[in-house]
C-alpha cells in the first residue's frame, strides 16, 4: 500500500498553514496527501416565525464554497510544491467521523491549531479533542504562524519521552523526523523526586544528585540503540526534575517539531490526553506531533 497523509481542511488560516506543513512532509515521504473537507449540506432550513423547515436554495453560496475548498487547495498545493500526489475531496458527515475514517488508512494526519484557543475551525473544543483523543493515527498540529519551518533558526527536532510509559513508536517516529530533516534531535525526560522529600522539609544535595545521575543513565540507556540505527542523527539528552511540560514548551520556540507521546486509556469520564501533552498542544509555538502507544 502507499503511504498516505491525511490534511482536515476547513478554510481557517490554520488549517491552510497544515495543509502547506502537510505538503511538505508528504514530498519528504514519498507519500501522497489527500485532503478532506468535513461539512453537511442541510437541505432543509428552520423558519422560525412560521415554525416550519423548508427546503434550503440549491444555489447555496456556503454548499459552493465547501465544493471547491478542497479541490482549490490542492490545486495550489501542486502549484506550489511540483512533484507533490494530491487529492481532494468533500465528505457530507461531521467532522470527528470523517478524520477518524480517514486517518485509519493513513500514516499521519494533520490538523490546524490556535494553540490556547484550541484546534481551529470545525475541530473546535471537544471535536478536536476527540480527533485527538481517539485516533490510533499520529496526528500532527499545525499553528498558523508556522507555516514555514525555513523562518526557524536552528535545525532540531525535540522528543518528549517518558521512561516509565516509553514506547518504541514514539522514540522512532522522532528519529526519523529528524533523520528526514537534517535535523538534531534534542530529548526531554521530566523526573520526580521520591515522596519522601515532600515529607522531610529539606533535601539532600547527595541524594538528589543521585537521582539526577540515575535518571540520566537510564535515559542514555533507551536512547542507546536507536543511536545506532540513526547514526546520522545527533542526540541531546535533558533529564529534568518535574514535569517535562514547561520545558517542551521552551524548546519549541526553536524547534521544527516537538514530538509526543499518549497512551491508549480510557477514564470515567471518556478519553485522555495527559497533561504534559496537553500542555504543549495549548502552548508550543512549532508544530507537534501526537503519536499514540499502548
Not at 4 to 24: C, F, N, Q, Y
Not at 154 to 183: P, Q, Y
Request: proline share 6%; hydrophobic share 45%; charged share 20%.
Amino acid at each position: 500500500m502507499s503511504r498516505t497523509i491525511v490534511v482536515g481542511l476547513d478554510g481557517s488560516p490554520e488549517s491552510l498553514a497544515a495543509a502547506d506543513w502537510a505538503a511538505r512532509e508528504a514530498l519528504r515521504t514519498d507519500a501522497h496527501l489527500r485532503v478532506v473537507h468535513a461539512w453537511q449540506w442541510h437541505p432543509y432550513i428552520y423558519a422560525p416565525l412560521a415554525g416550519v423547515a423548508v427546503p434550503a436554495p440549491q444555489d447555496d453560496p456556503q454548499r459552493e464554497w465547501a465544493e471547491r475548498l478542497p479541490h482549490e487547495t490542492a490545486a495550489q498545493l501542486a502549484a506550489v510544491h511540483p512533484g507533490l500526489s494530491v487529492s481532494a475531496e468533500r465528505v457530507a458527515e461531521q467532522p470527528v467521523t470523517v478524520l477518524l475514517a480517514a486517518a485509519e488508512d493513513a500514516e499521519l494526519l494533520v490538523l490546524g491549531s490556535r494553540g490556547l484557543s484550541g484546534v481551529a475551525g470545525f475541530l473546535t473544543g471537544s471535536v478536536g479533542q476527540a480527533v485527538v483523543a481517539r485516533s490510533r493515527t499520529p496526528i500532527v498540529l499545525v499553528r498558523a504562524a508556522e507555516g514555514s519551518e525555513d523562518v526557524r533558526e536552528s535545525r532540531h527536532v525535540v522528543l518528549g519521552l517518558d521512561l516509565e510509559h516509553s514506547d518504541t513508536s514514539v522514540i522512532e517516529f522522532a528519529f526519523e523526523a529528524a533523520a528526514r530533516r537534517t535535523a538534531d534531535l534534542r530529548v526531554v525526560h521530566g523526573w520526580s523526586l521520591p515522596p519522601y522529600y515532600g515529607y522531610s522539609g529539606a533535601t539532600d544535595a547527595v541524594a538528589e544528585a543521585d537521582l539526577l545521575a540515575e535518571a540520566q543513565r537510564r535515559l542514555t540507556d533507551v536512547l542507546h540503540p536507536w543511536r545506532e540505527k540513526f547514526p546520522c542523527v545527533q542526540v541531546h539528552e535533558q533529564a529534568v526534575v518535574g514535569g517535562a511540560g514547561p520545558h517542551l514548551v521552551d524548546a519549541s520556540r526553536d524547534a521544527e517539531l516537538v514530538v509526543v507521546g499518549r497512551r491508549h486509556r480510557q477514564t470515567p469520564v471518556g478519553t485522555h490526553i495527559g497533561p504534559v501533552t496537553q500542555a504543549v498542544l495549548h502552548h508550543s509555538t512549532a508544530p507537534v506531533a501526537v503519536v499514540p502507544h499502548e
